[in-house]
């Protein structure tokens, strides 16, 4: 089969050169050397001709080339879609109402800037919570710092109510929501916004000469812990003298006779 089409090839090219040699018709002779006529295209001015060297056959009998450019232009337009959403949402501009609905979906609420006279940071105090921001869940204590999904309408150095409090736990006693805590809260200071450690995506497909290698690195908000409220905190005491560990006296065994 490949043979045949290799013939058929040599045979449109050295039908082609034939059709060269032979001097073109006096007609068309004579539309080339008359005026122009700003009426008439270039296009219909060519020759009979010229239409074998316009003649493009591919000898490809796979149909995995076609799929495989189908295959890339379908990632690069998804690509492109997915880059236009996200420069939308930063470009567009919201309304302080649309602002605190979207952060209330998350699961926070900013308060403000964080002010000089502010003494936000407090004692140790053994009282835990479980929070819910987005769809990641969180253990947190009283000056623990946590990495979140980057956290829209909020800059370094802002206060932060996290209102999604699935469970408040101290010594004494366990709240646990169904499923959260309507009047639990936990409050958070803004530190910075990073980026995490770079990962490698690779696609490769066996046989098809096709492979792609991307880098990613998710954008993530750190948060200090400053308070917990909700629940009755318990009072450290505080003496003088340090805290000794249990020893475990050894039992004795009866000597049998």
Known sequence: MAHRRCLHSALLH???????????????????????????????????????WSYVRHFSSRKSDDSEKEAEMEESSDGEGESDEMA?????????????????????????????????????????????????????????????????????????????????GSPTQTIIGRPILPDAAVHAVVEEHALDAKVIIFKKKRRKNYRRTKGHRQELTKLRITDIQGIEKPEIKTDGKPLKAAVKKPEKIAATA
């Open 88 to 168: 939308s949402d930063m470009v567009r501009d919201y309304s302080p109402e649309e602002k605190e609905a979207e952060a209330a979906a998350i699961g926070y609420k900013v308060v403000g800037p964080l002010q000089r006279s502010d003494w936000v940071f407090k004692d140790y105090e053994p009282v835990f919570a479980v929070v819910q921001i987005g769809s990641h869940q969180f253990k947190v204590s009283n000056g623990d710092s946590i990495f979140t999904e980057r956290l829209k309408f909020c800059e370094v150095n802002d206060k932060l109510i996290l209102n999604k409090v699935l469970l408040l």
């Open 14 to 52: 050295a039908t082609a050169l034939i059709s060269l040699k032979k001097s073109p018709p006096l007609s068309i002779v004579k539309a080339l050397t008359s005026k122009p006529n700003p009426v008439i295209t270039t296009s219909n001015l060519e020759p009979s001709w010229f239409i074998p």
